[in-house]
């Protein structure tokens, strides 16, 4: 696609008018599963999400949100907010994270890349170290590629070897960290016996250690530094899996709240923190709770802690985790090229566009919405706010979070009558889901509720279009359930708590006073996922969406 206007020309849909103001409003974490009492959505008061399901099946349906739908290898693989936001903006479904690397790791085209020859230039004399999250969840990183990139690089002329490893506990089973520990000890063991020197040298809980997010607590990333590239932690041991086992064992302790650790020789030395010429990989695939520890790894003037000792590194992310920042600037495998997004159609076709949400979610509407792109495609035409998340508490504390502040700004951007398209993600079922506080995520989902209610009364009063849906589910299952579907128990007797994603489909709705009575979803698209949701809003803007986007779901029907 040139970048003359004529080559960004949308058609105009023959059946739906333009010039209504439409409303994308996405919910974070927010899927549809039945009824129970761990499905914090149906128990939470939301009277305005209800009340859009009494329109189906015309102006209310399910769509998928987690595997093949967003771009991901397997049906078994969770939706997540980056791969979601790509999606609905991009209506079309790019190979994402995992299955980029899958690719890249199979071909061996990871090792001929520039990245991977960067960090091999340091093999001869320097130690090369990963760092990431240590589990088969999938959404992070995976165990299966960490051990093929060990071996990998090993073949390549890796002669020292060190793993910082991170305990996962969010995206699967809390104390499944010791079985995954087990499964890299072994590997490394094989290393071991051909010669190379491959140990484990540091560890703790992906939420207390490393990978914060959105500069939300740099004291996260401050603390696997220390332990990292320092070799300094509270807690010393000569085994990895013993470690572990033992900070398993302190009050409150969980896989993903476990205290830094570091490896040490018999006469208490650390075995591995990063020095002058070694080289560093994050083996994360996703990005969000990477940059932090990259800009610390790579940025000179880097001051948002003191960082002691700053070795020169040959340091490359499994993918880069920021295309506008260039962070980090060298990568093992590049990313999908999501060009052509719809924002960008909608921009150059005239759309004023509003974008709004919280710091947690910000980037979703805006860098992942926008296919992994930083910054405005026409700043006179466009207006992104992004409203300060709550810092230094875990988001159960305030569940209401920011929704009811979203909403006022988006409805002041409605009533403005200054925009053609808002679009904003409320957080609140997502970030307050993952803390596993069942009470609190109730009260989050009614907050989200409010939200949505305060901005479809703005829509009523411009005559306008709402779309609402999610990004994937969280919310509407807090257990963890057996092969039946029956909740788990622990060797207390206690309910087993989710906290992560999950595999529910999500809910999209249309209506408002602007939607002309002949429209309404098509029956014969039942596997719809997100990525149909951009040419569906496309339509309701009175366009055509380009002919090679997945479909729409909606159909005008002459009454």
């Not at 859009?52 to 093949?68: D, F, S, T, V």
């Not at 990963?130 to 960490?146: A, K, M, N, P, W």
């Not at 997502?430 to 596993?436: L, N, P, S």
């Not at 128990?489 to 006073?513: C, F, M, R, W, Y």
């Amino acid at each position: 696609m040139g970048s003359s206007g004529d080559a960004w020309k949308l058609k105009d849909h023959p059946k739906l008018p333009k010039g209504k103001t439409v409303a994308v409003i996405v919910l974070d974490g927010w899927g549809e599963a039945k009824p129970n009492e761990y499905n914090a959505i149906s128990v939470a008061e939301t009277p305005v999400m209800d009340s859009l399901k009494q329109g189906a099946p015309e102006h209310w349906r399910l769509i998928k949100a987690h595997g093949n739908a967003v771009g991901l290898p397997t049906e078994d693989d969770m939706g997540n907010s980056e791969v979601g936001h790509n999606a609905l903006g991009a209506g079309r479904i790019f190979a994402q994270g995992a299955k980029l690397v899958d690719l890249a790791l199979a071909s061996g085209k990871i090792y001929d890349g520039e990245g991977f020859k960067y960090v091999q230039e340091c093999f001869e004399k320097g130690t090369l170290h990963l760092i990431g999250l240590v589990s088969d969840g999938g959404v992070h990183s995976r165990l299966d590629q960490l051990l093929l990139l060990l071996k990998g690089a090993a073949e390549r002329g890796a002669k020292r070897i060190r793993v910082h490893a991170l305990t996962d506990g969010r995206d699967v089973l809390d104390g499944s960290s010791v079985g995954f520990m087990e499964t890299l000890e072994n590997d490394l063991a094989k290393l071991r016996e051909q010669g190379v020197d491959a140990r484990v040298a540091s560890g703790g809980g992906r939420m207390y250690v490393t990978m914060d997010r959105y500069e939300n607590d740099w004291d996260v990333v401050k603390r696997g530094w220390d332990a990292q590239v320092l070799g300094e932690a509270p807690h010393h041991f000569k085994d990895p899996i013993e470690a572990i086992k033992k900070l398993r064992q302190e009050p409150n302790a969980s896989d993903q709240y476990l205290a830094p650790f570091v490896i040490v020789d018999d006469n208490g030395k650390p075995v591995g923190p990063i020095l002058d010429g070694d080289a560093v990989v994050t083996f994360n695939f996703r990005a969000d709770r990477m940059v932090m520890l990259a800009k610390a790894l790579e940025y000179e003037d880097f001051d948002k802690f003191d960082r002691v000792r700053v070795p020169k590194i040959h340091y490359a992310g499994m993918l880069q985790y920021d295309g506008e920042l260039k962070l980090p600037n060298k990568y093992l495998v590049s990313p999908p090229e999501i060009d052509r997004t719809s924002g960008e159609y909608l921009v150059r076709n005239g759309v004023r566009t509003f974008a709004c949400s919280e710091t947690v979610k910000f980037g979703h509407v805006t860098f992942f919405w926008n296919g992994n792109r930083s910054g405005y495609f026409d700043e006179k035409l466009e207006e992104y706010v992004e409203i300060p998340s709550d810092s230094g508490i875990t988001f159960n504390v305030k569940p209401k979070m920011k929704a009811l502040e979203i909403a006022e700004r988006t409805r002041d951007a409605i009533l403005s009558h200054k925009f053609d398209q808002v679009r904003l993600n409320i957080p609140n079922s997502d970030m307050v889901g993952h803390t596993g506080d069942i009470k609190a995520t109730i009260e989050a989902c009614k907050a989200a509720d409010d939200g949505v209610k305060m901005i479809l009364e703005a829509i009523e009063q411009v005559g306008g279009i709402f779309l609402v849906t999610a990004d994937h589910g969280n919310a509407e299952d807090m257990v963890k359930r057996n092969k039946k579907g029956e909740p788990l128990l622990d060797k207390n007797g206690n309910i087993q708590i989710l906290t992560s994603h999950t595999l529910e489909p999500v809910p999209i709705a249309i209506g408002g006073p602007g939607l002309l009575p002949g429209v309404r979803f098509r029956t014969d698209l039942p596997t719809g996922g997100l990525a149909n949701v951009a040419a569906t809003f496309m339509n309701l803007h009175g366009f055509e969406a380009p002919s090679d986007y997945e479909p729409t779901l909606i159909e005008v029907v002459d009454n």
